[in-house]
């Protein structure tokens, strides 16, 4: 059974940092694309940042770059997020997703970040 499960949300403070977590089980690691999404009541979800499974290669949102690092332990097959500065925009519930061979999601974190 394939499973994405997140951790690690909460509320912090503006300027604080949170790190989450996305423990993936079910499918290979190394075949897969991981990334973290954010949604925010009535708008799109958003793409984030995302890691290779391969070869460790890294994308992030011009939202989120020189804040947000993306991290992989395959040994683990856990991806992680690691949220700095954070600010109230930031606010939203963050799913993990792998893919593209299938595509898979998580429940959702929640990420709230007061001014």
């Known amino acids: 059974e394939v499973q994405l499960v997140e951790s690690g949300g909460g509320t912090v403070q503006a300027g604080g940092s949170l790190r989450l977590s996305c423990a993936v089980s079910g499918f290979t690691f190394d075949d897969y694309v991981i990334a973290w999404f954010r949604q925010t009541p009535g708008k799109e979800r958003e793409g984030v940042s995302c890691i290779s499974g391969n070869d460790g290669s890294t994308y992030y949102a011009d939202s989120v770059k020189g804040r947000f690092t993306i991290s992989s332990d395959n040994a683990k097959n856990t991806v992680y997020l690691q949220m700095n500065s954070l600010k109230p925009e930031d606010t939203a519930v963050y799913y993990c997703?792998?893919?593209?061979?299938?595509?898979?999601w998580g429940q959702g974190t929640q990420v709230t970040v007061s001014s």
């Open positions: 997703y792998a893919g593209p061979l299938r595509t898979y």
